[in-house]
C-alpha cells in the first residue's frame, strides 16, 4: 500500500519540476520520484535534507565499496570537500540510528554537519552548449533506519531501489531455488556473466562494508563441475574445493573475488 503526494513547481527562469512524494506501508523509506524539465544554463539544482543527526563523517558509495568523509569544515582540506563523490547511496549513521539518502542515478554530494545535500541537476554548456536540457526522470530517497551502518540497513536497500525485479513468464523461482546463496550479508553478488571462454558463467563478488569475513559458503541450485578462482581478465589463478553444491571463500575488507563456475 502506498500513500502520494503530487507537487508541482516552477524553478529558475524557465524550468519545472514535478514530484511524487510517496509514502509506504511496509517500510520507512519515503521515495521522491521526479520529473524535471530543465531549461537553464550555468544553474546547479540540489535538494536538501537537514536531519537530526551527529555524525563526524558520512559514507558514500563507490564501485565495490565506500568512502568516508567528514561533516565539518575545520581545515582547508576538509573545506576542498564540499561535493564529494556518491553512487547509490549517502548514509550519516550515529551508533544505534542513521539516515541514508538513495538515489538511482545521480553522484554528488554535499554533507555539512547533518545536512545532506544531493545534486540533482547542473546547467553546464560546454562541450555541448545545450547542456543537459530537456526531460529527465529521477528517483531519491530517504531511508531512516534503526541500528547503524550496515548492508542489511543500508546498502541492500539501495540495490533494490536501484535493481527493480524483472518479471518473465516461466517456471516459478520458488521451484528452482536460489541462482547462488551467500551466507554473509555484507557479501554482494554484483554481477554474473556468460565465460568468455568455455560452458561456464562468471560471477563477481565483494565484501561491501570494510569487513573481513572468513568461511563465507557459496550454494549454488545445481552443483558445478568444477569452480575456479580468476582474475579480472578471467585467467584461471586457482581451483576451488566443491562440497556437494556449496564453495568457500574467504574476503578482506573492501575485496573483490571473480569465480568461474562450470555446467
Known amino acids: 500500500?502506498?500513500?502520494?503526494?503530487?507537487?508541482?513547481?516552477?524553478?529558475?527562469?524557465?524550468?519545472?519540476?514535478?514530484?511524487?512524494i510517496v509514502f509506504h506501508a511496509n517500510t520507512p523509506r519515503v521515495d521522491f520520484e521526479t520529473i524535471i524539465d530543465w531549461q537553464e544554463k550555468h544553474?546547479?539544482?540540489?535538494?536538501?535534507?537537514?536531519?537530526?543527526?551527529?555524525?563526524?563523517?558520512?559514507?558514500?558509495?563507490?564501485?565495490?565499496?565506500?568512502?568516508?568523509?567528514?561533516?565539518?569544515?575545520?581545515?582547508?582540506?576538509?573545506?576542498?570537500?564540499?561535493?564529494?563523490?556518491?553512487?547509490?547511496?549517502?548514509?550519516?549513521?550515529?551508533?544505534?540510528?542513521?539516515?541514508?539518502?538513495?538515489?538511482?542515478?545521480?553522484?554528488?554530494?554535499?554533507?555539512?554537519?547533518s545536512d545532506l545535500r544531493l545534486t540533482l541537476h547542473k546547467g553546464g554548456t560546454h562541450p555541448d552548449p545545450r547542456g543537459d536540457q530537456g526531460i529527465h526522470e529521477l528517483t531519491y530517497a530517504l531511508l531512516p533506519h534503526q541500528g547503524g551502518f550496515s548492508a542489511e540497513t543500508v546498502i541492500r536497500p539501495a540495490y533494490e531501489l536501484n535493481v527493480q525485479p524483472l518479471m518473465i513468464t516461466g517456471t516459478?523461482?520458488?521451484?528452482?531455488?536460489s541462482f547462488i546463496a551467500i551466507a554473509a550479508p555484507n557479501v554482494i553478488l554484483e554481477a554474473i556473466k556468460p565465460a568468455e571462454e568455455g560452458q561456464a558463467y562468471v560471477v563477481r563478488l565483494y565484501e561491501a562494508e570494510r569487513s573481513a569475513v572468513q568461511r563465507v559458503k557459496l550454494t549454488f541450485a545445481k552443483a558445478p563441475s568444477r569452480v575456479t578462482l580468476v582474475n579480472m581478465l578471467?585467467?584461471?589463478?586457482?581451483?576451488?574445493?566443491?562440497?556437494?553444491q556449496e564453495v568457500t571463500l574467504d574476503f578482506l575488507a573492501f575485496e573483490i573475488k571473480t569465480i568461474k563456475v562450470f555446467f
Not at 1 to 20: A, E, P, T, V
Not at 89 to 113: H, M, P, Q
Open 234 to 244: 578471467e585467467e584461471e589463478v586457482s581451483e576451488l574445493s566443491i562440497d556437494d
Open 172 to 177: 516459478p523461482a520458488s521451484a528452482m531455488g
Open 1 to 20: 500500500m502506498q500513500f502520494r503526494i503530487r507537487s508541482h513547481y516552477r524553478i529558475g527562469n524557465q524550468s519545472s519540476l514535478k514530484q511524487d
Open 43 to 113: 544553474q546547479l539544482l540540489k535538494v536538501g535534507f537537514d536531519l537530526n543527526l551527529l555524525a563526524q563523517s558520512a559514507r558514500h558509495e563507490t564501485q565495490f565499496g565506500h568512502v568516508e568523509r567528514p561533516t565539518h569544515t575545520n581545515t582547508n582540506y576538509d573545506q576542498s570537500m564540499f561535493e564529494v563523490c556518491t553512487h547509490k547511496w549517502t548514509d550519516l549513521s550515529e551508533n544505534r540510528f542513521g539516515v541514508a539518502l538513495l538515489n538511482d542515478c545521480k553522484y554528488g554530494i554535499s554533507v555539512e554537519g
